[in-house]
């Protein structure tokens, strides 16, 4: 069996950002999608990722799985050429073999033993705000300097992030791409996993930012290559960091 990532650089940098909730990856392969879906060693967050691949001797489905370290050190080699192929031989493959830059580039990559639980991504229900990916990372990158956690609060057509800091409370409004119903109060969020998910924001036009109340944040991108669902459970006034 086949598997084809037609953009490199989508799947690098989605790797790199999964790469500090959790040392490894299962893809499930079905037709044209790679499915993962990766806890953080927390239990805080959740990350679902589905990669368009293309895929050869497929006979229903299968799963795969490897230490993302890894897997990232082998793709590093391939230098001009934009698909990463993945070859396993069999059910019971011990390793896979990954082909680049037209196949100047042959390695293989080990593969571990698929003892990871089955999970389904949450169906999140709630209100739904548009932004500027590009944006809404910046500034959740610049209030990360001040403090631990920051509050959502859908306001007219804007969402606010605002931080209460040992300096004070710094507070910035992003305009949203789509109406929005003002909220009387916010949620609080851990805001070093925002920061860590949004290092991918550059590949995406939009954001969905989902709200709903005492529920996870869920944060939603698309691309040609990838769709991204991240899923972030709040924070209450009596939790400590």
Known sequence: MRITFPDKSTLVSVLNAV??????????????????IILDSTHVSVTCLEFIVSAIGLDGGCSVMFNIANLLKVIDLGKTGNEVDIEISSDDADVATVTMDDGA???????????????????????????????????????????DCVVLTPRRDAIELSVDA?????????????????????????????????KVSKLFDTLM????????????????????????????????E
């Open 19 to 36: 790469r500090e909730f959790s040392e490894y990856i299962r893809f499930e392969i079905t037709g044209p999608n790679a499915k993962a």
């Open 166 to 198: 040992d300096l004070g409370r710094a507070c910035v409004i992003v305009n949203t791409l789509n109406s929005v119903t003002a909220w009387d109060r916010g949620m609080s969020f851990a805001i070093r996993y925002l920061v860590t998910l949004l």
């Open 105 to 147: 580039v042959t390695a293989a990559v080990k593969l571990f033993d698929n003892d990871m639980d089955e999970m389904e991504p949450p169906d999140m229900v709630g209100t739904e705000i548009r932004v500027n990916p590009a944006e809404f990372s910046t500034r959740i990158k610049d209030l990360a300097n001040l403090g």
């Open 209 to 240: 930012v989902v709200l709903t109340e005492d529920m996870p944040l869920g944060l939603k991108m698309k691309s040609d290559h990838v769709s991204i669902g991240f899923y972030l459970a709040p924070k209450f006034d009596d939790e400590s």
